[in-house]
């Protein structure tokens, strides 16, 4: 299995963030044509501060992680281990070398969704080898990564951690 981040993954988070930007429009107008007057400061305020925290931030917390981490990352997932290639740098981790892997879930949902615990957009991958370096793999490469671990690397420990952040250090 391959995964690949690409341009098509910063679009489905813009489309998010302008499609709840005419959803909190809407709300607005329909206020206004059901009452018949200008809706009050405080539904504007309320729908501004909504629209920051859910949406605005979560969606720039992704173009920071793409920035910082994911640009030209390739990965190809066996069952031996995984080859991590990111610009013209390629390297391979060896399965037997995994002691754990913690996979750091958010408590953010996706639009009008049930609260569920693994939104596929913000969460990221630790693997921690037995010699304790841990890699990184980030939100942006979806739930695929997510089900090809778990599915590939069944003997492997798994951790589910719940976070509110989605920062990641800048990468050295």
């Not at 997932?77 to 996979?103: A, V």
């Not at 969460?123 to 370096?133: K, P, Q, S």
Request: with cysteine; net charge neutral.
């Amino acid at each position: 299995m391959i995964l690949k981040i690409n341009n098509k993954t910063i679009l489905n988070a813009l489309r998010d963030l302008f499609v709840n930007a005419f959803v909190a429009v809407l709300i607005i107008a329909l206020y206004s044509f059901i009452f018949d007057e200008k809706p009050p400061f405080i539904l504007y305020l309320s729908i501004l501060i909504f629209f920051i925290i859910l949406y605005l931030y979560p969606t720039l917390d992704i173009f920071y992680s793409y920035y910082w981490h994911d640009q030209n990352v390739l990965i190809d997932i066996d069952s031996e281990g995984f080859l991590y290639t990111k610009g013209n740098e390629s390297k391979h981790y060896y399965k037997k070398d995994f002691r754990e892997i913690k996979i750091y879930l958010t408590a953010y949902k996706k639009n009008n969704e049930n609260a569920r615990l693994a939104h596929t957009k913000f969460f990221y991958v630790e693997i921690i080898m037995l010699d304790e370096t841990k890699i990184i793999l980030t939100s942006l490469l979806s739930c695929d990564l997510y089900d090809a671990l778990i599915k590939m690397y069944e003997d492997i420990p798994v951790s589910f951690i719940i976070t509110q952040y989605t920062k990641l250090k800048k990468a050295n």
